[in-house]
């Protein structure tokens, strides 16, 4: 099971960036999959996610509105559209995937399975 990530870079605030998230050894149909991302010295933090047998999507606070989650079931690739960017949105970013997480436990980091190895997105002032 692997979940490579890709798409991470600079970029200056306003911005926007597109991160993929290619899975292989397993299918998203029984999965929640979806995206957190850590900042030097906070913790790891949930922000969108697809709870997949449910059909449904969940974002922070912090990025709803500016950011978008989609999947691609026949490639098994997950995306993460970026927009507007701003400074507080740079750390590394980190899909995952899980499964049987109920709503209560989808943003919470140890409810997952899977993780890629990491992509750093860095928003300049």
């Known amino acids: 099971v692997q979940l490579v990530e890709s798409g991470g870079g600079l970029v200056q605030a306003g911005g926007s960036l597109r991160l993929s998230c290619e899975a292989s050894?397993?299918?998203?149909?029984?999965?929640?999959i979806g995206w957190f991302r850590q900042a030097p010295g906070k913790e790891r933090e949930g922000i969108s996610f697809?709870?997949?047998?449910?059909?449904?999507?969940y974002y922070a606070e912090s990025v709803k509105g500016r950011f978008t989650i989609t999947s691609d079931n026949a490639k098994n690739t997950m995306y993460l559209q970026m927009n507007s960017l701003k400074p507080e949105d740079t750390a590394v970013y980190y899909c995952?995937?899980?499964?049987?997480?109920?709503?209560?436990?989808?943003?919470?980091?140890?409810?997952?399975?899977?993780w890629g190895q990491g992509t750093q997105v860095t928003v300049s002032s």
């Open positions: 995952a995937a899980g499964w049987g997480i109920s709503e209560s436990y989808i943003y919470v980091a140890r409810a997952y399975d899977y």
């Open positions: 050894g397993f299918t998203f149909d029984d999965y929640a």
């Open positions: 697809i709870n997949t047998p449910h059909n449904r999507q």
